[in-house]
C-alpha cells in the first residue's frame, strides 16, 4: 500500500524567509517518484517538482528544491526567499502504483 | 503542446438529479486518465484511472462511475446524486512512459 503524510495543516513564514514543508511516505515498490503541487484558491494543480527514487541528486527548480532521505521516507519541500505569491495549499503526492497526495499544507506568507 | 480541458468550471445540482463531468486531452496519444475528488481542505482521492478505452478501474466503491468512450476523453458520471458528492473534481493525464501528470482546471460541484 502507499501512503503520504503531511504533518503541518498550516505554516505562517515571513516573507524572504525559507520554508520547509514536510513530507513522508511509505511503500514497499522499490521503484516510485515524488511530486509536489502547488494550489492556489484558484483551484488548479500547479506542479512543481519531482524526484525518481533512484534519482542520486536532490531535484532543484529554481526556488524550490526537495530534501530527498530515502533512507528515512522523506522528501520535505524547501522554498528559498519566499514570496507573497507563494502563499497557497502544498500537496505531497507518490507515485508507485497511482498517484497519491498526502492532505496538504497550507502555507501564508507574510509581509 | 498537450492541454486538457475540463468543464463546466461549477456546477449546483440537487440531490437524485444526473451528473456528467467531461474531461478531454489534446496533443497527445493514449494517455493515462485520472479522476481525483478534493474535499473542501483536504487532499486529492483517487476515484478512478484509465489506461485505455473502456479500460476503466475504480478505486473507492462510491455513487459514481466513469467511462472512456474515445482515446481522449474521460467522462465522470452519476445516476443520482448524493450530498455527499459534493467536492472539488479534477481531471488529470499522463504520458505511459514519464512521469508527468497535468490536471484540468477543475469543477466545483455542490449538492443542494
Known amino acids: 500500500a502507499q501512503k503520504i503524510t503531511q504533518t503541518q495543516p498550516g505554516m505562517f513564514v515571513q516573507e524572504k524567509e525559507a520554508v520547509t514543508l514536510d513530507c513522508t511516505y511509505d511503500t514497499s515498490d522499490p521503484s516510485y517518484g515524488l511530486f509536489w503541487y502547488k494550489q492556489p484558491s484558484s483551484g488548479e494543480m500547479i506542479f512543481l517538482i519531482y524526484q525518481g527514487s533512484y534519482d542520486q541528486q536532490n531535484a532543484t527548480e529554481g526556488r524550490y528544491s526537495l530534501n530527498f532521505q530515502k533512507a528515512r521516507k522523506s522528501a520535505n519541500l524547501v522554498i528559498s526567499a519566499s514570496q507573497l505569491g507563494d502563499s497557497a495549499m502544498y500537496f505531497c503526492?507518490?507515485?508507485?502504483?497511482?498517484?497519491?497526495f498526502g492532505q496538504g499544507t497550507r502555507l501564508t506568507i507574510n509581509p | 503542446s498537450q492541454t486538457i480541458h475540463q468543464w463546466p468550471a461549477t456546477l449546483v445540482q440537487p440531490v437524485g438529479s444526473p451528473l456528467s463531468l467531461e474531461c478531454t486531452v489534446e496533443?497527445?496519444?493514449?494517455?493515462?486518465l485520472y479522476w481525483y475528488r478534493q474535499a473542501a481542505g483536504r487532499g486529492l482521492q483517487l476515484l478512478f484511472y484509465s489506461i485505455g478505452i473502456g479500460q476503466i478501474s475504480s478505486e473507492v466503491p462510491q455513487n459514481l462511475s466513469a467511462s472512456r468512450p474515445q482515446d481522449r476523453q474521460f467522462i465522470l458520471s452519476s445516476k443520482k446524486l448524493l450530498l455527499s458528492d459534493s467536492g472539488f473534481y479534477l481531471c488529470a493525464w499522463s504520458p505511459v512512459r514519464g512521469y508527468g501528470y497535468t490536471f484540468g482546471s477543475g469543477t466545483r460541484l455542490t449538492v443542494v
Open positions: 503526492a507518490m507515485r508507485a502504483q497511482k498517484l497519491v
Open positions: 496533443g497527445t496519444s493514449n494517455p493515462n
